[in-house]
């Protein structure tokens, strides 16, 4: 049996010595883990053909499983690009000098220990390991089942990477894909500072409601995009195919439509590409009323809104006006992302100031919510709450800070 204590006891040491880590020995590391996984895609790609081959290829997490030659090399521009970024660490946000002479700075520092939970996305191994390293936190991934072998071998070349360049791979451990690894994760208080799930909605409520260590939500996404009575319908279909079609597997992408009812002339046209895509529809009343009839076009049921597919699949919703629909944004939304296409400069003021979301659009589609797409490099997931971070969590997310007095031998009174 893993003594998972023992394992984090020793992930703690280590994460210490991480603070004598040079920028330069980081910039090395992701270096060399660029040359050594280039070196071991074929490695990584057959590990990961064993966990494709226990999955489903229908099951919506089978794209987020898939590994290929162009994935693993996009992955590692996302490495690139987060090297290229500045530190986040010992950046001074505020100092001041006191009457009675104390110097103060408040001081940039990494969080500590990044406990991350995730699913069948062995992308998100080489995407925290590299922010984790840049921010100066020692972490500890638990991966799923579904991606044991991949992550395994992604994690080979980590490793490598980190011996060397002389710096300790015990501050970068990956848990077994067992769930007594999960519960041992989340009961670790005296050794973890910060959880993240990142995955399904259901994954995120376990660990919100199971977790003695501090957790950041992340990652659920139901997404709407209200076709405004002034929308233009060029952009619309362009915005929604790509929302919708791009990669459905993934968290911003389209889950609804909703629709001004004075546009529903417009519908056929909206819905024709997502047609031709094979998405299926689950349209409400007044919309299927217009639509013509097709396999793909079926009546919405209550359990179809507030539903997020990860797959070709998508509601719409008509509504009698923006407050309609801004009202079924707030009642359904789980606050990732939400998009308006409308010419009216009043309605767009009002969506972006009045949707309670990470992240608000106007006139674009929802699929660029994504770290990399930010500027930000990578991301290790896409915040949807309000403490400490919001929208796609980087390099800075991944600090915190601490005031840092120096003094002559002041003593207080």
């Known amino acids: 049996m893993t003594d998972f204590n023992a394992l984090f006891q020793e992930l703690k040491v280590s994460s210490r010595k991480l603070q004598q880590v040079t920028e330069q020995q980081i910039q090395a590391t992701l270096n060399t883990l660029m040359e050594r996984s280039k070196e071991a895609i074929p490695e990584i790609l057959k590990a990961n053909q064993i966990d494709l081959s226990k999955m489903d290829p229908k099951d919506p997490k089978f794209d987020r499983l898939l590994l290929n030659e162009e994935r693993i090399l996009s992955i590692l521009k996302e490495v690139k690009q987060v090297k290229r970024l500045p530190s986040p660490l ?28 995730y699913e069948a996305r062995p992308n998100v191994t080489f995407d925290v390991f590299c922010l984790a390293l840049k921010s ?3 972490l500890v ?45 989340l009961q670790a208080v005296n ?23 501090p957790v950041i939500e992340t990652g659920a996404g139901i997404v709407h995009t209200y076709f405004d009575e002034s929308g233009d319908l060029e952009k619309g279909k362009a915005i929604i195919l790509n929302a919708k079609t791009r990669r459905p597997s993934v968290c911003n992408s389209l889950d609804c439509l909703i629709i001004h009812q004075s546009r529903l002339e417009d519908l056929k046209a909206l819905v024709t590409p997502l047609i031709e895509k094979q998405v299926t529809i689950y349209a409400d009343g007044p919309s299927k009323e217009v639509l013509p009839p097709h396999p793909l076009i079926q009546l919405a049921g209550a359990e179809h809104f507030g539903t997020e597919f990860l797959s070709l699949k998508m509601a719409i919703k008509t509504v009698e006006s923006i407050d309609q629909a ?14 308006i296409v409308s010419e009216s400069a009043q309605h767009i003021v009002r969506f972006l100031n009045e949707v309670d979301a990470a992240a608000v659009y106007a006139n674009a589609s929802t699929a660029f919510t994504d770290g990399n797409q930010f500027g930000l490099g990578a991301e290790i997931g896409i915040s949807t709450q309000k403490l400490h971070a919001r929208g796609p969590m980087a390099l800075n997310e991944l600090t915190s800070y601490k005031w840092v007095v120096r003094g002559h031998g002041q003593i207080r009174s």
């Open 191 to 213: 050794f973890v500072d910060i959880i993240i799930p990142r995955g399904s909605q259901g994954l995120i409520d376990y660990v919100r409601e199971n977790s003695k260590v």
């Open 90 to 117: 010992n950046l001074i946000l505020e100092e001041r000098t006191l009457e009675n002479g104390l110097e103060l700075k408040k001081v940039t520092v990494p969080l500590g220990v990044l406990g991350v939970i």
């Open 326 to 339: 801004l009202d079924h944004i707030a009642h359904h939304s789980s606050k990732h992302s939400e998009a």
């Open 136 to 138: 100066g936190n020692a």
């Open 141 to 185: 991934l638990k991966g799923g089942s579904d991606a044991q072998y991949s992550n395994q071998a992604i994690m080979k070349a980590i490793h490598q990477a980190l011996r060397e360049n002389g710096i300790p791979k015990e501050a970068f451990l990956l848990l077994p894909p067992d769930r007594s690894a999960t519960e041992a994760l």
